[in-house]
């Protein structure tokens, strides 16, 4: 199993033992049906990612989404192979908007998480034009953003969500503030998503393509306001 996904699980087991005891992986054969199912191999984090919580995810969920292997050869066995192997479906989603989450893959790039609507017929460069969204800069920050938000960013006592001006420059300045102040860049973190944490405080960048970068911040009132006058000649107008 890749190093991502075992650190993922243990990641989120530090967070809640509970994790650990109840995922439960998939058969290989059944990862094998999916595999012929879609037309082409499963990206290798994914199909890690399958045999470990591909039968119950515990607690990892994300809204409507379906990640458990059945939803995803569901999927399949009502609309087909899907896209193509550029865009290997991880996640059904259940609601009415039909958003399905996808490993979105190019040459010589690590896989992201996108969503878009599919069916068979649809003209996919015109979909991804109108309809992409970035979910997620890898699977395994997708996996752990939910225990980060639940464990690290929600517990503390104060929350601010601020808009940084610029370009994505303004994200790596603000990636230095914050080791100066001690908070440690989580290991799951990339380009498109930065996790930092502090006894007093935890800290999500986010960086979307064709939006201002957003700095999320939970933290006790002294270290909130020391993060504040730090970001505050970074930060737009909003």
Not at 130 to 137: E, L, M, P, S, T
Not at 171 to 200: I, M, T
Request: glycine share 8%; net charge negative; proline share 7%.
């Amino acid at each position: 199993m890749s190093r991502e996904i075992v650190k993922a699980v243990e990641w989120m087991s530090g967070l809640d033992p509970r994790f650990a005891r109840e995922i439960r992986g998939a058969d290989p054969d059944d990862v094998a049906r999916l595999e012929a199912a879609q037309g082409h191999p499963c990206p290798e984090v994914h199909r890690d990612y399958l045999l470990a919580m591909g039968v119950h995810p515990s607690w990892f969920f994300v809204h409507e989404i379906d990640f458990r292997l059945r939803a995803l050869l569901k999927w399949h066995e009502d609309l087909g192979s899907g896209p193509g192997p550029e865009h290997t479906l991880i996640g059904a989603d259940r609601s009415e908007s039909q958003n399905d989450f996808y490993l979105e893959t190019a040459e010589g790039e690590a896989p992201e998480v996108v969503s878009f609507p599919w069916h068979p017929g649809v003209n996919l460069k015109r979909t991804l034009r109108d309809y992409r969204a970035f979910q997620a800069g890898s699977l395994s920050e997708l996996i752990c953003r939910v225990g980060f938000e639940l464990y690290r960013l929600r517990p503390q006592p104060l929350q601010e969500r601020w808009h940084l001006a610029g370009s994505p420059a303004a994200v790596e300045q603000v990636d230095e503030l914050l080791h100066g102040l001690g908070l440690e860049r989580l290991w799951f973190s990339n380009p498109r998503g930065g996790y930092y944490e502090h006894s007093d405080a935890a800290v999500r960048v986010v960086s979307t393509p064709g939006h201002e970068p957003v700095v999320i911040v939970g933290a006790t009132a002294s270290m909130l306001a020391a993060i504040r006058q730090r970001v505050e000649p970074l930060r737009g107008a909003r």
